[in-house]
């Protein structure tokens, strides 16, 4: 390609994002983005109170398809590497037409999951100030408007000093995290509580698998930053991997003791199983534990937002959604997209909050985060299944070598046909586990998916192709 060419598919340098992330930015955020600490505190009692012992093997179930997931990643970010990543994915395997579909799906995951970060770290932030205290709602807003506000700071001042205020927490939270398993380990064999599985309640398995699919992400937000990596062909992928490992380590380590160590009745649909636990092995704690999660839950926080608000930039640049999404400020940063996408969360949160009839209708709705999460990656690993399958065909420009990718490929149709299943299966024991209406609120924004692609059809929706080359 010539240097005129490059000039013509090459965006102008103000709508480029800054690549200035390293691999050691990109290891941190994934890692973090999993949000060990705050998962388990916010999931751990609904999976106990669901399944039981059998939380473990559910979880270990979903781990595999996500774990393979990590490896499709890393090659898919090799071939597209893109601010859009998932759905551009799709644009260039499979069509725009499933993109735009895939585009909706992708929107919806990852709002619904900011919202219920957003309202434990208020909870967490209060609990630590004046614990034992039930505060009334407009402090309780007042506080997540606080961590929102703290949130969209180093989002606006780009993706390096939001790596930079990740490693702090990060370090918080690894630090608790070694603690939870040293007092643990040390506590182990003291507490008397039977390891008692009883017969599989296969209803519970399901929806645990669903709602794991919420602790079981968040790696992927390296190839959401793959515009910002200073080695987009190299770097993006390879947090994701460390990352969903990582993540599957630090289950293994703390939800066995975990269990192990707290009666069942205590964790079940317990708000802070985490807490729970702490308060037996060490009674003497103090509501410090809280810090770490705290820390957790707010690196959850703005990196949620940011895998949201870098596909939203790259919607926007290519006109998929208005094409004020795709703005950027002096500090090459999409700062419409993230003032959007956090006060629309914030504006969901004063609903939750303040309105009754419109708190118990969100929390019904935000209950669907696990189900559309795990349908996004669903809908990665069928890109993923096709493009091993007959990428060189389609794509003859692609220099891909099918027989060398068997086994990922054989992963690819695996996690596809796992993550299926479970999602059909998720509406049959949905109305019981979670609430009567999920199945049809599930439904209904599964239609407007299709009412989205449809009112997007006459956009000019051109996949943007990022050239990916390393800057020094």
């Given amino acids: 390609m010539t240097a ?34 705050f998962s388990v505190a916010a999931t751990g009692g609904v999976m106990v109170a669901q399944a039981g012992w059998w939380t473990l093997p559910a979880i270990g179930v979903l781990a595999v398809p996500f774990i393979v997931s990590s490896f499709v990643f890393r090659l898919l970010n090799r071939h597209f590497p893109h601010s859009g990543a998932s759905y551009h994915w799709s644009a260039r395997i499979i069509g725009r037409k499933a993109s735009r579909y895939q585009a909706w799906i992708l929107i919806v995951a990852y709002f619904l999951s900011i919202p219920p970060i957003a309202i434990p770290a208020s909870s967490y932030t209060l609990a630590l100030l004046v614990p034992g205290h039930h505060e009334p709602p407009l402090v309780a807003f007042s506080v997540t408007a606080f961590w929102v506000v703290f949130a969209a700071v180093p989002l606006l001042l780009g993706a390096r000093p939001t790596a930079r205020l990740t490693k702090v927490f990060f370090a918080v939270e690894m630090l608790g995290l070694v603690a939870f398993a040293v007092v643990g380990v040390a506590s182990l064999g003291r507490r008397g509580v039977p390891v008692h599985f009883g ?18 992400d968040g790696w992927e937000i390296d190839s959401y930053a793959s515009e910002e990596s200073r080695k987009p062909r190299e770097h993006p992928g390879v947090g994701g991997v460390i990352g969903a490992f990582g993540a599957l380590g630090f289950y293994a380590v703390l939800y066995p003791l975990m269990l192990s160590e707290t009666p069942l009745s205590a964790l079940s649909n317990s708000v802070d199983p985490l807490a729970v636990w702490a308060s037996r092995v060490v009674p003497s704690a103090p509501s410090i534990v809280l810090l770490p ?23 926007g640049r290519e006109n998929l959604v208005p094409s004020g999404f795709g703005r950027l400020n002096r500090r090459q940063v999409p700062h419409v997209a993230i003032i959007t996408t956090l006060g629309a969360a914030l504006a969901v949160v004063a609903g939750q909050l303040f309105a009754r009839s419109l708190g118990a209708f969100f929390n019904l709705v935000l209950s669907g985060a696990g189900f559309f999460l795990l349908a996004e990656f669903f809908l990665d690993s069928l890109t993923a299944t096709i493009f091993l399958s007959y990428g060189h065909r389609r794509l003859p420009d692609v220099a891909l070598q099918p027989h060398s990718h068997r086994w990922l490929l054989a992963g690819a149709v695996f996690s596809t046909g796992v993550m ?26 599964l239609a407007l998916g299709v009412v989205f692609a449809w009112a997007t059809r006459r956009r000019s929706f051109e996949p943007h192709v990022f050239e990916g080359r390393s800057v020094p």
């Fill in 199 to 216: 017969p599989p309640p296969w209803g519970g398995i399901l929806v645990v698998c669903v709602v794991a699919a919420t602790i079981l």
């Fill in 293 to 315: 999660i705290l820390a957790s839950t707010a690196g959850g926080l703005w990196l949620t937002t940011f895998i949201l608000t870098r596909a939203l930039y790259a919607m």
């Fill in 420 to 445: 299926g299943a479970l999602l059909v299966g998720f509406f049959v024991v949905g109305p019981h586990a979670v609430g009567s209406g999920i199945d049809w609120v599930l439904a209904a924004l």
């Fill in 4 to 37: 005129t060419q490059e000039d013509q598919v090459a965006p102008p340098p103000e709508r480029r994002l800054l690549q200035a992330l390293h691999l050691g930015d990109l290891v941190p955020l994934s890692v973090s983005s999993v949000g060990p600490l």
